[in-house]
């Protein structure tokens, strides 16, 4: 048996060099990490940059330790077991993931410390790992002291990392380059410093009858760290350059969104956004319009409490058409209820938006419950008559079109009553237009009370009065103008005055084919049939 030989080795300076530059570049690129991390608040994005970030880290940390390896020279021939490799790979990837993720979450002290003491340990078995996966004709033995400092070295720099992570977190005034740069220069310093001490703990024992031949293992691994040098560090630029193109875009798209959100605030519209029928948000038109004082009182809240109930199947299937056809609602009008259960009139549309990756509804709404009145205002002077109330021609002869083009469902008919009060021209002569006035209008009351609801009693002009019949029989037409000659034969008693008027009646029925027109001239004639043959009547045209 020959002697021992204990082998010290050298480094390979160009490699060294490049293990702490490949060491700053994965410090940096993990410090220009951190910022996007913890301004993420979207699930899916964050552990994007989760997992980019832990194998940023942890392939830049492997890649220095194993070209630091490869620059060390023995000698010897050295292969590698692939398994090992992978393992000592994987360890700094995933220690490297939890530190980010506890960083992510905020972490306090003690559980940085446990972060930072977790990644330190994975540093440790990634470098003696990495050794043991060393193939030599050599025995490896460790010296205490430095295999001590290793341990203080990767615990420390690993501690610090966190430290720092944590710190350009928590106060984004230190996320300036120089800042940044300087950072990763100490700490990827610190990091290699932790290897080239493990490095030197190690002891290499082989026999003297071992053959040596250092010129082709230095060109061997020449090549290859030059290779995973260059792998990893393209790895770490294109990482960073995701993140530069990511940062632009993030910024311009908080730009928009804040452009949003204050549009959305200062709006005088009503704006409420709801998930799965919750509000969500409101804005502040929004509380004034539904009568909230607190937003508490509209946010958390189903939608539908605050819609009238006579429109909730409305509201349920705009929801449904919205998501089956990914479009925007149609504009509609609706009742809403306030905090304190007020009825109001309301527009209202309604929008999908993406909210953290999530569908959500936007709803606008505004207050028309004015608009409806004075709508309703003109309406009625325009379809009404002012004195009485009734409707006036243009509605009558509207509503009477409508009619004549429905074809009866039965034997029941449409018929129209023309109505002229007999005497009136002499209490207006003799009382003066303001009893006479008081006059239409309770002529207008008791034809009103005479007929049914669904029929329309309208004043076209002057003393003459309609009234549109449908879905009837010719005994009930009849009825109906006997009701009206009783209702009207006692005096009326108006404006201190006792007055009386008498109605001729004229009655047409609707046939075939008939237009609205004819219908009502028709029934006209027999009005005057009625007053020439004695008034106080009714009378129903028939074809000379």
Known sequence: MGNTIYLEGDHNLSLVILSILVSVCTSYTALHQIGRLTMSDKGVIRNYWLIAASIAMGSGIWAMHFIGMLAFNINLDVRYNPLLVVISMLLPIMTSGL??????????????????TILGIGILL???????AMVIEADIQYDLFWFSVSVLIALLSANAAVQLFALFRDHPVYNKMWVKLVSAILLGVAISGMHYAGMKAAVFIVEDSYVLNPLQVYSKNNALAVSVGITVLC?????????????????KLKESEERYRQ???LSPIAIGIHK?????YINPAGMQLLGAKIKEDVIGKNALSFIHPSYHDIAKERLRTMFENKVPSATLEEKMMRVDGQIFDVEIMGTLITINGETNV????????????????????????TLTGLPNRRMFEESLHKVVRIEPVDASITAVMFIDLDGFKQVNDIHGHDVGDSLLVRVAEKLTNSVRKQDMVARLAGDEFTILLTEIHEEEVVHIAKKIIKALVPPIETKNKTVHVTPSIGISFLDKGENADSLIKKADIAMYQAKQTGKNQYKIYKEE
């Open 126 to 132: 990634m470098h003696y790992i990495g050794m043991e």
């Open 276 to 280: 799965y029928g919750v509000f969500t």
């Open 263 to 265: 549009l959305v605030e």
């Open 99 to 116: 530190a980010f993720f506890l960083l992510t979450r905020h972490a306090n002290k003690k559980l940085l410390f446990v972060s930072g």
């Open 362 to 385: 936007q709803v606008l709404f505004q207050d028309i419950t004015e608009r409806k009145k004075l709508e309703e205002i003109t309406f009625r002077y325009a379809f009404h008559d």
């Open 235 to 251: 790895i770490q630029l294109f990482i960073y350059i995701s993140r530069y193109m990511d940062q632009k875009t993030s910024i």
